[in-house]
């Protein structure tokens, strides 16, 4: 109890300024008036009228939106955070709350899986880091299904860990399961497949035995394939996206910016919003297995996220959040073992990147769809 005592105490620090999510403000736009976030205020509000409606047709929001993306009987997005809610919400759970409580579920998963790959401090540092990150605490404070990808993509890092220490059947089940789980949260959570591999075979060398395979592929892939064919037959689409078309960019100036951005831009934002995540690179160096998941994580993400916006689908920074989580295992593996002139240094990076979260998701959460600029981009501003 005493070694997560300290875990207790940063999880509660951590709660008390997302609370701002809650606050009420009047004026135009409206708390949690986002497009995106009117889809899910909305499809909640569905689901707990009628288990089955996880539809927009229908609704008052629909008629703003684009009809080819958003017109269809079932929503294209997969529905765990949908009905995740609409079941906390019916408990008297705040609808803004839930995703606060799945970054601190996020924050939580990322300290075990720390102390399973490091050690203790390792694991401080991890959570930490996570728990100060601008983009996930950005990311929380709107009710978006990003939060529920964060916290399923750490989740499923540590059900593969785990798996691989047991090496049972029924753990790697309970992998399976949590990676099903990253799947029907956004179809994006299946990038994290290849570093709970890495994970389960770095305790587990016959992690892909027949018997073990075969009981992961069933819990993961029979609530998948579901989806899928729950989609295909009622909206005729395999795994649809919504790609902005030229009638979205014309109606929401903000779709367009977001699809004309560089090539570059989440490493980009890494470097301006949240720089001491960029000591994870200090922690490469080692050439350390333990790092094989963390780093195959975050690759995977920040790569098949960039050739997505190469293809016009745009670059936002919630679409890379669940590769925070471990960039956050490595950079506090490496701040961990920094002297005191390092840690000094760390830490004032932190407090570098703690800024931009508290203008973005403190003092004007949730008026913006992404962060604006960052803390060195205003600074210069004033110099203009």
């Known amino acids: 109890m005493r070694k997560h005592a300290a875990l207790a105490v940063l ?14 403000a009047s004026g135009d736009p409206p708390p949690h008036g986002e497009a995106d976030e009117q889809v899910f205020i909305t499809l909640v509000a569905q689901v707990r009228a009628h288990p089955l409606a996880y539809t927009l047709q229908g609704t008052p929001l629909l008629p703003k939106l684009d009809a080819e993306n958003y017109d269809k009987p079932i929503f294209f997005h997969p529905p765990a955070f ?15 709350l839930v995703p606060v409580l799945l970054e601190l579920g996020a924050i ?8 399973r790959l490091y050690g203790e401090r390792e694991a401080l540092w991890a959570a930490f880091l996570l728990a100060t990150c601008p983009i996930t605490w950005f990311v929380a404070q709107h009710v978006w299904i990003d939060a529920m990808l964060v916290f399923s993509v750490s989740l499923a890092l540590l059900a593969a860990d ?17 990676f099903a789980l990253a799947f029907l949260s956004k179809t994006t959570g299946a990038l994290v497949l290849p570093a709970m591999i890495a ?5 587990d ?12 592929a069933v819990a993961a892939g029979l ?4 989806w899928i064919a729950v989609l295909r037959i009622a909206n005729g689409q395999w795994l649809p996206s919504a790609f902005p078309t030229a009638a979205m960019m014309s109606r929401y100036p903000f779709v367009a910016s977001i699809v004309a951005r560089p090539w570059h831009y989440y490493a980009s934002s890494l470097l301006l919003f949240a720089p001491v995540f960029a000591l994870a690179l200090l922690r490469l160096r080692a050439l350390d297995p333990k790092d094989a998941g963390p780093a195959l994580c975050a690759l995977a993400f920040f790569l098949a996220l960039t050739i997505f916006g190469l293809m016009h689908g745009g670059y936002q920074n919630r679409y890379v959040a669940p590769a925070w989580p471990a960039l956050a295992l490595l950079a506090g593996a490496a701040v961990a073992q920094l002297r005191t002139a390092g840690v000094i240094a760390a830490a004032a990076l932190v407090a570098y990147g703690s800024i931009g979260a508290a203008e973005y998701a403190v003092f004007r959460t949730p008026r913006f769809a992404d962060l604006r600029a960052s803390v060195a981009e205003q600074f210069l501003a004033l110099f203009r």
């Open 199 to 203: 994970l389960a075979l770095r305790r």
């Open 223 to 226: 609530p998948c394939l579901g």
């Open 108 to 115: 939580a998963c990322i300290y075990f899986l720390g102390l």
């Open 162 to 178: 785990r798996a691989g220490e047991n090496a049972t059947p029924s753990a790697y089940a309970w992998a399976g399961g949590a």
């Open 82 to 96: 949908v009905y995740l809610a609409a079941a906390l919400t019916a408990a008297g759970i705040p609808l803004p």
């Open 205 to 216: 060398p016959a992690a892909l035995s027949p018997r073990k395979l075969a009981a992961a």
């Open 11 to 24: 999880l509660a620090c951590a709660a008390v300024p997302r609370l701002a999510t809650l606050r009420s």
